[in-house]
């Protein structure tokens, strides 16, 4: 029992030696599935006026909430801007959702989409988490971009620049880093990178991702590196591909690979392996 205290007290006072930060990421993953419901007037979020503004009330005083145990100082400025420019967010993702219902031949309708895409909760998600990262609001926007992606396997940086409609198909697997930058109307499938070529720590305020022009395809599993790497406007970049250097407007770029088919009778006995 005494070793026990020792150890307690030694890591007690190693938490302690700075200020801790004392926000439940729990509270947090229920504030953003609770504003989602309410931007999307789901499960019942909208059947009065009174008791959606209610809602508002409380999304807003649990914002400021997370704020203040950030450490941010002016959270009802923040909050107050946020709830402001939510305005302009939703219509964005208006647009993303529409995208998705014309594009997707099995998105049959719009509550099919708010309830079963996991491509939509993440750049809902990203859209939020983007804006309060851009008012400097720190761990708040990395809590809300990781609770996303462990629900959705898509990994969204907060500080990654998206533009309008944007259309993610399946998802699982897609990693987007901080300093990518997306166009207007682009489209990517499961297991796209958009990475970096260098991890290096001192790279941190270096463009490391690349940049995304408007009306891009980017399809499955193609890895795109490098923060000086642009995929030009309206190009196609087939699955598998791995992609280190700029490529042109209007290009199409696809790996292609060979399928060697033999007949299982020419070998003489089966193939032995083990893992």
């Not at 026990?4 to 504030?31: D, T, V």
Request: with cysteine; proline share 2%; glycine share 8%.
């Amino acid at each position: 029992m005494n070793d026990n205290n020792s150890i307690s007290k030694i890591i007690f006072q190693k938490n302690n030696s700075e200020k801790c930060i004392s926000i439940a990421k729990k509270e947090i993953e229920n504030w953003i599935e609770n504003l989602f419901e309410w931007l999307f007037c789901n499960l019942g979020s909208c059947e009065t006026v009174e008791g959606f503004q209610q809602k508002e009330i409380s999304l807003n005083h649990n914002l400021q909430l997370f704020l203040s145990q950030v450490g941010t100082n002016n959270k009802s400025e923040i909050t107050t801007i946020f709830f402001k420019d939510l305005v302009v967010i939703h219509e964005d993702l208006l647009g993303d959702l529409q995208t998705i219902l014309e594009f997707d031949p099995a998105a049959k309708s719009k509550d099919e989409v708010l309830l079963a895409y996991p491509g939509f909760f993440s750049i809902v998600v990203y859209r939020i988490a983007n804006n309060l990262w851009n008012k400097k609001v720190s761990v708040l926007p990395r809590v809300l971009s990781e609770y996303a992606h462990g629900k959705t396997g898509i990994d969204i940086h907060p500080g990654a620049t998206i533009g309008k409609r944007f259309f993610i198909d399946h998802g699982t697997g897609i990693v987007i880093g901080e300093t990518a930058n997306i166009g207007n109307d682009v489209k990517i499938y499961q297991g796209v990178t958009l990475g970096a070529l260098s991890v290096s720590k001192d790279k941190a305020e270096v463009k490391r991702h690349p940049t995304i022009e408007d009306n891009v395809i980017i399809y499955a599993n193609a890895t795109i590196l490098g923060g000086k790497t642009v995929i030009g406007r309206g190009s196609v970049i087939g699955g598998n591909v791995w992609i280190t250097e700029s490529i042109l407007s209007q290009t199409l770029v696809y790996h292609k690979s060979e399928i060697i088919v033999k007949a299982k009778n020419k070998f003489s006995e089966p193939i032995n392996f083990s893992i």
